[in-house]
């Protein structure tokens, strides 16, 4: 559970550090339905502390928060970035051969909707071609940018 954003930050990046339950659950989909899971990068490109990062195959993850990215494990790839501006295989190196899962639970913030609307505010930038009211689908697009053979991320809807 993350203990470093207040109130208002955790609202504006729509953080929420994901139970270990659920990420055991995302796994098992992926240990099911996907072959040859050694031969993929795990990418989270918004990764918080690292929580999806449990098994031994290959990972990278970005975030914009650099106090969180500190909590990830020394052995995995990390990358302190806007992962919602320049999106491309380039920006994070990795090569456009690279057999791709994106994983993770990216941040949702509906930024037209009711709850806590009086304190929420654009806090970066974001691809044009991206920009969405609810950050969620920002980072979905960004996904599709980033072209993975796979996609396993959570999402409310």
Request: aromatic letters at 12%; hydrophobic letters at 40%.
């Amino acid at each position: 559970m993350q203990k470093h954003l207040n109130k208002i930050d955790t609202i504006n990046l729509g953080s929420y550090y994901t139970p270990r339950f659920i990420v055991d659950i995302v796994y098992q989909i992926c240990e099911r339905r996907i072959k040859n899971l050694d031969d993929f990068l795990f990418f989270d490109s918004s990764c918080g502390y690292g929580d999806f990062f449990i098994k031994n195959y290959k990972y990278m993850g970005a975030d914009i928060d650099k106090i969180a990215l500190n909590k990830v494990c020394k052995s995995i790839k990390i990358i302190n970035t806007n992962s919602l501006l320049d999106v491309s295989r380039a920006k994070f190196s990795i090569d456009e051969n690279e057999n791709l899962i994106i994983i993770g639970n990216p941040p949702y913030n509906d930024k037209t909707s009711i709850i806590n609307n009086s304190i929420k505010k654009e806090v970066f930038k974001i691809d044009s071609k991206l920009i969405h009211r609810d950050l969620g689908i920002s980072f979905l697009r960004s996904f599709a940018v980033l072209k993975p053979q796979y996609i396993c991320v959570l999402h409310p809807l």
